[in-house]
């Protein structure tokens, strides 16, 4: 069993330069969803950390956000998969906090909460934002292509990139 931390825009769901407010607005990315029940069949626990700024940007509340997670959650359980929790800073970049990646915040809420070292845990994002707080406590990183992966993968030569989180989610559980 090992901890995997999922970012969640550009990994679980398409990204927007406009932020995703609504229910309506979240879409998975294909085979995401699939890539969790995966996951999940397999005895690995699952958290998601993302940074959310809309919310304190007020282009969405908290509320809304909340509705964004039920509309995902909701699919993820309906395929067999299971998220344990959901972990997200709504802090804007000026504001300096310690969850908003990169910095490691988030991370070092999951590890309180689930006692697990870093070293067993890997981290799968998009950005070069979700690497560098992974590096910060060695936690390992593995890059999807997916929302900022692409332009992301050109930075990294030494990390394990997927095109996909399905990819990513049938590579780990071959025997």
């Not at 607005?25 to 029940?37: D, K, R, T, V």
């Not at 067993?120 to 934002?129: L, N, Y």
């Not at 979700?130 to 332009?151: Q, Y």
Request: hydrophobic residues 40%; glycine residues 6%.
């Amino acid at each position: 069993m090992t901890l995997i931390i999922l970012d969640r825009d550009g990994v679980i769901n398409f990204e927007s330069t406009e932020y995703i407010k609504s229910p309506d607005e979240w879409i998975p990315i294909p085979g995401s969803i699939e890539a969790i029940a995966i996951l999940t069949k397999a005895h690995h626990t699952l958290v998601i950390a993302t940074n959310q700024s809309g919310v304190n940007r007020e282009i969405f509340s908290k509320e809304s956000l909340q509705h964004i997670h039920q509309k995902m959650l909701t699919l993820i359980e309906n395929a067999g998969g299971k998220i344990e929790k959901i972990y997200f800073c709504p802090h804007r970049p000026d504001e300096n906090c310690l969850c908003r990646k990169p910095k490691p915040g988030l991370l070092h809420q999951i590890q309180r909460d689930f006692q697990v070292p870093f070293s067993e845990m890997i981290f799968v994002g998009d950005s070069d934002r979700d690497w560098e707080a992974a590096k910060a406590v060695g936690c390992p990183f593995v890059l999807l292509r997916t929302g900022n992966g692409e332009k992301t993968a050109k930075l990294f030569t030494s990390t394990e990139i997927y095109d996909n989180l399905l990819a990513f989610a049938e590579k780990i559980n071959r025997p």
